[in-house]
């Protein structure tokens, strides 16, 4: 079935590399609301792209967490690792070139005078085959393999966020594919992997942090290169901490697991309720009952451990 036939979507897609916070389960529940709230699916992805971050311990507490404070979801859990041969099929599709740059090489480059700060400095954007042939036989020789970049054709790109409407960012020659270890498993970056899943799930709305909004161009950009349409983005609050930085496990008993030690589930999901503005819910049907994006607030939500 072509993603053009498939119904309108939602998703949430965490990475499994622990369980997840109070934050983390605020974010699942709005990307729920929304789309339930539309008429949408709503699928679960696990975002395990990463290898030697993820795990399926980490994927089944999670999926065991959201089930407990009430989302469900339509269908089978999709998981990145499962899905390298569409990744591979999107990647020959791009204009893109092998980079033989270390980390160090870019943070050096990076301090040049005219670089742009967080962007690639294209240093091996234009080089010339004999150059691409010593530097391949040089990495080659200390057992690794090149990384893959887009080759891109403009530096921004527009999308449009529910709540901030049309907004700009830069888009550069970024990486489709990591390079490293020859002898491990070499894996597709994150901005391939979820343009290339939403694509095939019919995903049309994503809702997540606003720590992502950056990204956004980049991955509207992919999609507009792979001949598919952008998704509308939700950019919602983050739960910070009391230095109003990003809620994290750092931070104490924050994940689920630690807050039902000394509190119920419906404890715990109306705490979620009163950080939607609708405090008095305890379960998840009931949020969506009362739920309106129109009427949602936009600010940032501090981290409070109920009782407090």
């Known amino acids: ?10 998703r949430y897609a965490p ?64 998981r990145q690792q499962d899905r390298s041969a569409a990744y591979e099929a999107a990647l020959v599709r791009l204009p893109h070139y092998e980079c033989y740059c270390s980390r160090k090489d870019i943070q050096e480059a990076a301090r040049a005078p005219h670089a742009i700060p967080g962007q690639y400095p294209g240093t091996c954007r234009d080089l010339s085959d004999k150059e691409r042939e010593a530097k391949r036989a040089e990495l080659a020789a200390a057992g690794r393999v090149p990384a893959l970049r887009l080759r891109a054709d403009r530096d921004e ?67 507009h290169l792979l001949g598919k349409a952008a998704a509308e983005y939700v950019h919602v609050p983050l739960v910070l901490n009391s230095d109003g930085r990003r809620l994290s496990k750092r931070d104490g008993a924050v994940t689920l697991r630690q807050l039902l030690e000394t509190a119920s589930v419906q404890q715990v999901v109306g705490q979620l309720a009163a950080s939607l503005g ?27 451990p109920a009782g407090n």
């Open 1 to 10: 079935m072509s993603s053009e036939t498939l119904p309108a979507a939602g």
């Open 157 to 223: 790109y527009t999308v449009h966020d529910y709540h901030r409407g049309v907004y700009t960012d830069e888009v550069d020659d970024f990486i489709l594919r990591r390079g490293g270890n020859a002898n491990q498993h070499q894996d597709f970056a994150y901005n391939l992997a979820v343009v290339v899943d939403d694509a095939y799930q019919g995903v049309d709305q994503v809702v997540r942090g606003d720590d992502l909004l950056t990204s956004a161009p980049r991955q509207a950009y992919l999609a």
């Open 278 to 304: 609708l405090a008095g819910a305890r379960s998840a049907e009931e949020i969506l009952e009362g739920f309106d994006p129109a009427r949602m607030g936009w600010d940032p939500v501090f981290w409070e």
């Open 15 to 78: 990475s499994p590399s622990g369980d997840l916070h109070f934050g983390n389960l605020r974010t699942a529940l709005l990307a729920w609301l929304f789309a339930r709230w539309s008429g949408r699916k709503f699928y679960l992805r696990v975002e395990d792209v990463d290898t030697q971050r993820s795990s399926l311990e980490s994927a089944a507490r999670q999926q065991e967490d959201l089930q407990a404070i009430g989302l469900d979801w339509d269908g089978e859990v999709l």
